[in-house]
């Protein structure tokens, strides 16, 4: 119905820009639905460098999500600025009009630039965790736990304002390099559970790799629940007793994982811990003790400051008992309130 509201006399909210201020410059990646390019803003003769997304209009649903992502950046932009890229507006581009600047017909959305490497690119690279410690500024012993922190906190803020991301994964957190820190990025899978706009999972747009299992995320013992969370709105009661935020910490889990064991930096490697995992009934120190592919060794930075990470890692992947704090930390509610590592100031 908001689409169709879209559709009609609503004016799409955010900042509209014309066709002839955009060129597109190069392809950087193709995802679910849209297209994805760097290119150039011009705005009274200043350049500036961006990400141009278009809406594949031929994809099913396609324009829909394309609205949706509009709405999600336009709140995060205003109520999460510090989690997300910045979102700039949206340029419309008329079927039959021929941009200058290369771009075909179709809605765009434009955020900007914030570097060529996302957290993706480093785990893709032997000297990764180098490489990342050099660009976010940090001592590389400190390199995990403080890319680790970094993403809770952009949840914790993404989380306060009312969205939750669904697919938090290394390809969606990109190192703003000016800023020094990693940032969330595509905002096309989330949800705004205040108004429950999008909340309705479209299954194949969410990862198999991060998303976690249903169970997870909502009771399993009381369906009738799980349904009407499902269908309608979620009161901050509903929020506080449900945390549909597991969703993403759980996806922050699985992405400590592939920060600290070089092991499951790959699809096959991280499908064959999801596989085994699951085996283990999701019991973290049971899948370690018969793992036999991780060396025991890859464990170390987990292990570090009296099993912190570990402690961690298992909390983030374990159902509904932790609670991410606004600076990042993770306070476990049952026990005590591990802050992992301890020696990391909340300047870090
Ligand atoms: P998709 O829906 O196709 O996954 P994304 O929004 O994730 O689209 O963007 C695809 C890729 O483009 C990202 O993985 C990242 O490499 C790059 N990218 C997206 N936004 C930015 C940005 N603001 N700054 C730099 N690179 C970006
Ligand atoms: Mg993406």
Not at 178 to 192: F, T, W, Y
Not at 239 to 245: E, G, K, N, S
Not at 257 to 278: K, N, Q, W
Not at 294 to 309: K, Q, T, Y
Request: glycine share 10%.
């Amino acid at each position: 119905a908001l689409v169709v509201a879209f559709r009609g006399a609503v004016r799409r909210p955010g900042r509209s820009f014309a066709p002839d201020q955009l060129h597109v410059e190069r392809a950087l990646g193709s995802g679910s639905y849209g297209e994805v390019f760097k290119g150039q803003l011009d705005v009274h003769g200043t350049a500036q460098p961006v990400v141009l997304k278009r809406v594949k209009s031929r994809v099913q649903d396609g324009e829909e999500m394309g609205e949706m992502e509009v709405l999600m950046n336009v709140h995060a932009a205003k109520s999460a600025a510090r989690a997300v890229a910045p979102y700039l507006g949206f340029c419309d581009v008329p079927a039959g009009a021929a941009a200058p600047g290369g771009l075909s017909p179709g809605l765009w959305l434009l955020w900007r630039y914030e570097g060529c490497k996302t957290l993706a690119s480093y785990l893709g690279r032997r000297d990764g965790l180098r490489a990342l410690a050099s660009d976010l500024g940090v001592p590389e012993a400190l390199v995990v736990p403080v890319a680790l922190r970094q993403v809770l906190s952009n949840l914790a803020v993404l989380h306060a304002s009312g969205l939750i991301h669904r697919d938090v994964k290394p390809l969606n957190l990109v190192v703003a390099e000016n800023d020094r820190r990693l940032k969330l990025i595509d905002l096309g899978s989330c949800a705004d559970l205040r108004s429950g706009v999008n909340f309705h999972p479209q299954e194949y747009i969410l990862d198999p790799m991060y998303a976690p299992p249903e169970q997870y995320v909502l009771p399993t013992d009381s369906p009738h629940l799980a349904r009407s969370l499902l269908g309608q709105a979620m009161s901050p009661l509903l929020w506080a007793r449900h945390q549909p935020d597991r969703f993403d910490s759980w996806s922050a889990g699985v992405v400590l994982l592939c920060l600290a064991l070089p092991h499951l930096r790959t699809d096959a490697g991280l499908s064959r811990f999801l596989s085994e995992f699951e085996a283990a009934q999701y019991d973290l120190d049971a899948w370690r003790a018969r793992c036999k592919w991780v060396a025991p060794r890859d464990f170390a930075p987990l292990d570090a400051d009296g099993g912190a990470g570990w402690e961690v890692a298992r909390g983030l992947l374990r159902p509904r008992n932790i609670r991410v704090a606004p600076d990042g930390h993770v306070a476990f509610l049952a026990g005590g309130g591990a802050r992992w590592p301890a020696r990391l100031s909340a300047a870090e």
